[in-house]
């Protein structure tokens, strides 16, 4: 096990906020705003094509499995990309302001509304509140 000395982050005065959206991944209080990346149309293409092969694939043999796992690496890399992104975004957050606030999103509503589902999933919101209640 390696032993690692852990500095604390400087104590600022500073507070700060996030105004979450689906156009842009959110408003700091600064004005400043939050790139949006859309991961998952990105990876649409693949992620239809992967499901068709799964789809096509023949019951009982062994093909169906390895479908399954091509179309698994696609929804891992997305989700991979969607967590890179609000961990810098919690990251600075935690870093320049001594006090954060976060725009509350009923997270289970947006989902629930046809128009919002996609595009409020794709932000990843819920996530984001959760590693900054995590970090605190």
Known sequence: ???????????????????????????????????????????????????RTLARTRKGSKNPDKARLKVGRVHAKVAAQRAEGLQKVTTRLMRENQVSCIEAWAVKNRV??????????????GELVHQVSRTT
């Open 1 to 51: 096990m390696v032993a690692e000395d852990l500095k604390p982050l400087p104590i600022t005065k500073a507070m700060g906020g996030v105004d979450r959206g689906v156009k842009d991944g959110g408003v700091w209080s600064t004005g400043e705003t939050i790139a949006n990346p859309p991961h998952l149309p990105r990876s649409a293409r693949q992620l239809a094509h992967a499901h």
């Open 112 to 125: 629930r509304t046809h128009a919002l589902a996609r595009s409020s999933s794709d932000v990843g919101g």
